[in-house]
């Protein structure tokens, strides 16, 4: 975890900048009509966005018509670049805890980072509502996902990969399951996820 604190800490100034650049804009143009389909409506909702960076799905959530968005980031300059009308917390997102829920948790890119993965998924819990709806991308096991591996591995930082079935395990193991699942773009793949 170190190391990816440290890469994105030094990325987080030109971090939207360059993801509105081809080869990342199409990409994540792609990933980011993936998560709104499995995210669902926005309108007038609360939103948590786990690892927002420098907040492209919490400023996403705004323009759908969320009516309150939070953005967590393990990276305080991530959140000092924020898009106006998003709250921002720094935060480590594996042991978060806000004592509030939402009616729908986003968190795009953050799983592949995080030492054990299910503490992301008991956060996603302990902050979903009754019949609230989340949404989480990730690396999935595609030919094109070894350049991710390798663009990270580049700056010291080694990224796990999931399949559908390692999804659902750690779903299943926090009390949640899968609504939806699609693969969205060369590497990544998303589910949507509810309480059981
Ligand atoms: C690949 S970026 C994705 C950012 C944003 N979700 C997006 O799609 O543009 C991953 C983000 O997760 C953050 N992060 C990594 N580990 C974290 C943790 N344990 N808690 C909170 N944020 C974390 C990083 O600082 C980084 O901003």
Redesign the pocket.
């Known amino acids: 975890?170190g190391e990816?604190?440290t890469y994105?800490d030094s990325a987080?100034a030109d971090?939207r900048k360059r993801?509105e650049r081809f080869p990342w804009s199409w990409i994540?143009g792609r990933e980011a009509r993936a998560v709104d389909a499995a995210v669902g409506s926005l309108a007038d909702r609360s939103v948590l966005?786990?690892?927002?960076?420098?907040?492209?799905?919490a400023g996403r959530a705004l323009a759908r018509g969320a009516r309150r968005v939070v953005g967590?980031?393990?990276?305080e300059a991530?959140v000092r670049n924020l898009p106006p009308g998003v709250e921002g917390v720094v935060?480590?997102?594996?042991s978060l805890r806000l004592g509030e829920t939402f009616d729908r948790v986003i968190s795009?890119?953050?799983l592949e980072?995080?030492p054990d993965p299910v503490t992301i998924f008991a956060t996603i819990e302990a902050h979903l509502g009754a019949d609230g709806r989340a949404a989480i991308?990730f690396p999935a096991p595609l030919p094109a996902v070894l350049v991710y591996q390798a663009f990270h591995l580049s700056h010291g930082v080694r990224i796990r990969i999931f399949n559908r079935k390692a999804i659902a395990a750690l779903a299943a193991g926090v009390g949640m399951r899968i609504l939806d699942f699609r693969i969205a773009g060369p590497f990544a793949g998303v589910a949507a996820l509810a309480h059981i």
């Open positions: 975890m990816a604190r994105f987080a971090y993801s994540r966005d786990l690892g927002c960076g420098a907040g492209l799905y967590v980031d393990l990276v991530m935060a480590d997102a594996a795009a890119g953050l980072f995080v991308l």
